[in-house]
């Protein structure tokens, strides 16, 4: 909606978020893992599944390159960006193919409860709080970038790696992600026609 103007700022949001949400991820599924339903999680196995979470990594080197002005180099560097744009689509293409709409039906209610909560009740709860502590146009629009979005891909992967319900994990990724073409839309719409965003 902002183009490049909203890039440093929500970069910045992004160094905090990234970090926070998955060391978050990461404690909750290893006490709630499988393998740990009859062992007690210790805080060193939370730490250890923290120093070994491949996005935390990638979270830490790339804050680590910002602060000393580190530079890949353009061989390296091209084909990294290029396999970005690719990354998100081509998750999302996997997931679906493990997508079985008979496995819905276990987790049906768990799973409407999550993309409720996930793109209208968060969402909802944020946008009037940032409204009531001033924040309007790009701030706003950045908020609703975060707390709208649906839920992320990598989930799925951390959740199998991590020995979670990887099928419960693949079901709420790809609901949230077909409802919250709908659900973005009309919060956008909303904020527009009220004043609290201007599209530029």
């Known amino acids: 909606m902002y183009g490049n103007t909203s890039i440093g700022k929500i970069s910045l949001l992004m160094c905090v978020i ?11 599924l290893a006490i709630y893992s499988d393998n740990n339903k009859n062992d007690k ?3 060193k196995d939370i ?3 923290i120093v070994k979470n491949p ?3 990638g979270s830490v080197s790339g804050l680590i390159m910002v602060i000393t002005q580190l530079k890949l180099p353009k061989v390296i560097e091209v084909p990294i960006d290029q ?6 689509p081509l998750a999302l293409f996997i997931i679906g193919g493990d997508f079985k709409i008979k496995m819905l039906r276990g987790n049906f209610i768990k ?7 996930r793109l209208i009740i968060i969402p909802i709860i944020m946008i009037i709080i940032s409204i009531y502590l001033g924040l309007r146009n790009i701030n706003l629009a950045i908020i609703l970038g975060v707390f709208a979005t649906p839920t992320a891909t990598a989930s799925c992967i951390m959740a199998k790696n991590m020995h979670g319900d990887y099928n419960l994990a693949v079901q709420i990724v790809i609901l949230t992600t077909a409802c919250s073409c709908i659900t973005i839309f009309f919060l956008i719409y909303f904020l527009c026609t009220h004043g609290y965003i201007k599209i530029i």
């Open 18 to 28: 990234i970090p926070l949400y998955n060391i978050s991820s990461v404690i909750i």
């Open 41 to 43: 999680i210790t805080l």
């Open 47 to 49: 730490i250890k599944h």
């Open 55 to 57: 996005l935390i990594i």
């Open 83 to 88: 396999l970005s744009k690719l990354a998100i």
């Open 111 to 117: 799973v409407i409860t999550i993309t409720i909560v």
